[in-house]
């Protein structure tokens, strides 16, 4: 029961100070919350009151709410891949300093024609707008709008990657692989606090190695994750078959208010 606790916590939302750690130590939650490690029971204390105030599944805040998701969504590459050839092959010839090199070719245009605005792509943002938005709860930004500001594709041939890069200022990138077979490369992230954890115990004879997560990537993965995340691509070994992805760029705001209240003095 924890019916003992909820006056302080109201009184939190007040503005008070936060409960010391005596009062927690001193019964100010029942024994059966009190679990064998007392940070944990501390942790987990404040990330209940949260939770039930701010209705939101977290720690007080939401420091460390997943940076990276993985979905799946079924793309149908033989409709898809003539509109891809097209879109690239366009882009190319109307700008060929964008459009790439003999490695990897990219459709991006801001004609207004983004690839995730085509009939055929209607369900995959669909399905991503739905994504965000359970992802903005996790970050505490279920009041935000969100768009889908930008969209363009990749195709790499043997040997072709992507170098390390962030989508800033976008809240949220997106990368959709339409075509990846098995073996097909990797998309490498930075560990976002790498500059916080200049006293960690690296090992010295790679600490890269610890502050970068490799990604798997195979046909039909959706991977979700903050535009500030550096991330890049390892060569695409395959010389038998192009890796495709499909990249958006999200961007949330809140929304504006509908009037503004002015006083004169
Ligand atoms: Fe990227």
Redesign the pocket.
Known sequence: MRNTIDPQYYELEKGSSWPSWNDFLNGAYTDDEIVNNELDSFVSRYAYTVHKELDIDNHIFPLFPPLLYKLHYPFNYKILKPLIDAKINSCIQNSPNVGGNNIISMAFDHSGTYPHTWPEMHGFARFINQAIEEIKQKNLMSESTHTISSSWLVKSNEGGF?TE?N?VPCTF?V?AYIRASEGAGKLVFRDPLEYHKGNYPLPSYFPEKMLRREVEVRTNDVLIFPGFMY?YTTPHPNKNDDRISF?LNIHCDMPEPDTYHLHED
């Open positions: 992507a890069h989508h990138a990368v991330h990249a």
